[in-house]
């Protein structure tokens, strides 16, 4: 009787943790997607950040 008592106590603190965890991920990853969505660069093709852009504009003559 005590053996099983004991086994469905820690079987529900188990399942309240991984409820819990579970829940704490998937809040975490919905914050991260939605910051990704912002933080995405439409210009970047090749993946270097701004160092491959070309300014708009012309060079001064300095002669």
């Known amino acids: 009787m005590t053996n099983s008592i004991m086994f469905?106590?820690?079987l529900g603190?188990?399942?309240v943790y991984t409820f819990f965890l579970?829940?704490?991920i998937s809040k975490q990853h919905k914050?991260?997607?939605k910051e990704q969505?912002?933080?995405v660069?439409?210009?970047d093709m090749d993946?270097?950040?701004n160092q491959g852009r070309?300014?708009?504009k012309e060079a001064k003559n300095r002669a």
């Open 31 to 33: 914050a991260a997607k």
């Open 8 to 10: 469905f106590i820690g």
């Open 54 to 56: 070309v300014p708009n």
């Open 47 to 49: 993946g270097m950040g």
């Open 41 to 43: 660069d439409v210009l």
């Open 22 to 24: 579970i829940a704490i």
């Open 13 to 15: 603190i188990v399942l």
């Open 37 to 39: 969505a912002v933080s």
